[in-house]
């Protein structure tokens, strides 16, 4: 089934710990995106990249890292995690940047 | 930085019409995104204007006025499974969407 998947579901993760949250999509988009979504926040930017090999960074980048080696996956890490970091992360994708972004379907991440 | 503004809640009959509005101001505009998000699930797409005038599909409608920084969305014969969040989203002048907060519909039976 076509689509975009995220994992793992939800995380539970000591703070100044490591992480790394996968995404991989098997549509052939060439953009990816990430966002956090906090409750009265909405969805905010995190980092994106128009097509592999490339990256950019969005609304909320620090302490966030990604990599773009191929066209299909696009992980994104945690070097040391922090509280603030707790929060719902979705993985878009887009044909290009003028088309509609597909979600998956979240990982749920605290930091303790 | 990007400015998007819609209700925060709305509550409707089920069978009505609701109407959600978004303002926004943004750097550049490339285009106004409506998403819909159940509680615990990804957003889904559901519209998109780049003119102004509206775009009908099926029960949902979606308004833009770029004069005015205005969209709205309309559901038309609400059914319980509509209650869900719904987004706007507006992509600016370096083609990246910025998100509202959401509006939160409960459709009542």
């Known amino acids: 089934i076509a689509g975009i998947t995220q994992a793992p579901t939800s995380q539970i993760l000591a703070a100044g710990r490591r992480m790394t949250l996968r995404c991989t999509q098997d549509?052939?988009?060439?953009?990816m995106y990430w966002y956090r979504q906090d409750l009265g926040l909405g969805l905010r930017l995190i980092h994106y990249?128009?097509?592999?090999?490339?990256?950019g960074k969005g609304e909320v980048p620090d302490g966030y890292s990604v990599s773009r080696a191929n066209t299909d996956d696009f992980p994104l890490t945690l070097a040391s995690a922090v509280p603030s970091q707790t929060s719902v992360y979705f993985c878009?994708?887009?044909?290009?940047?003028?088309?509609?972004?597909?979600f998956g379907p979240g990982t749920r991440l605290t930091v303790l | 930085g990007q400015n998007i503004d819609q209700p925060t809640e709305m509550t409707a009959t089920e069978g009505a019409i609701v109407q959600i509005n978004c303002t926004y101001q943004?750097?550049?505009?490339?285009?106004l995104f409506w998403y819909q998000q159940h509680a615990g699930e990804a957003p889904t797409f559901l519209s998109y204007?780049?003119?102004?005038g509206l775009e009908e599909k099926g029960r949902f409608s979606s308004f833009l006025s770029r004069s005015k920084g205005y969209s709205y969305l309309l559901l038309k014969e609400l059914q319980m499974k509509d209650s869900a969040s719904y987004l706007c989203?507006?992509?600016?002048?370096?083609?990246?969407?910025?998100f509202g907060a959401g509006t939160t519909v409960t459709v009542r039976a």
């Open positions: 990249s128009n097509t592999a090999g490339t990256t």
């Open positions: 943004t750097s550049g505009f490339n285009g």
């Open positions: 989203a507006v992509r600016d002048g370096d083609y990246k969407l910025s």
């Open positions: 878009a994708s887009s044909e290009g940047t003028l088309n509609e972004q597909f």
């Open positions: 549509m052939r988009h060439n953009a």
């Open positions: 204007n780049v003119l102004d």
